[in-house]
């Protein structure tokens, strides 16, 4: 390779990794700086549930938010969404059962088995808020993945979006923080 096609080659990686490095760091900045006020609903976006009905260390600090946001009054309800995950055990329900024991009513958490996808879990919160006049929900969920959960929740009409982001912290996140940028350029641009 002569030395301009080696510029080229140096430069093109070095703009790629500076795109990269863009968008991280407005995915973590969206995602840490939660968007906390009384909402009329939050919604706890599923993730991995043990064979046993347990759910993961990062689906239960999901869960754990919720209740904490729950408990100060800042959300009179909990939408629980989250569908059948590899292992055939439904998320939903579990994350509910989960709920419960941390002392949140049965009464005051909906279970959206439906919510197979970040989109399908806006189509679903929107609607229930929809159908019962409310306009606004808070989503519970990793920091990475808030700022796509909002524009999902946006995008299917919902007023006021505000976002938690749960405290559990692991060395995936590298990998999940890098796998969320397509996710969220496809939901900025509207093509999932």
Not at 157 to 165: N, Q
């Amino acid at each position: 390779m002569n030395r301009g096609k080696t510029r080229i080659a140096l430069a093109v990686v070095i703009a790629l990794f500076a795109v990269v490095a863009a968008a991280v760091g407005m995915i973590a900045h969206a995602g840490f700086n939660d968007r906390i006020f009384r909402a009329d609903a939050g919604v706890v976006l599923g993730n991995h549930v043990y064979a046993d009905g347990t759910p993961s260390p990062r689906l239960a600090s999901r869960l754990d938010k919720a209740a904490e946001l729950y408990k100060k009054g800042v959300i009179p309800l909990i939408i629980a969404s989250g569908g059948k995950g590899k292992n055939q055990r439904e998320e939903a329900p579990a994350m509910r059962d989960y709920l419960v024991r941390q002392g949140v009513p049965a009464k005051d958490i909906i279970v959206d088995t439906s919510g197979v996808d970040t989109r399908r879990t806006a189509v679903f919160t929107a609607a229930y808020l929809k159908a019962r006049g409310l306009t606004s929900v808070i989503a519970i969920s990793q920091y990475f993945h808030l700022p796509r959960c909002r524009i999902a929740l946006e995008s299917e009409g919902v007023e006021k979006v505000g976002t938690a982001h749960a405290d559990y912290r692991e060395w995936r996140e590298v990998y999940s923080l890098l796998r969320e940028i397509p996710g969220w350029l496809a939901y900025r641009l509207r093509l999932k």
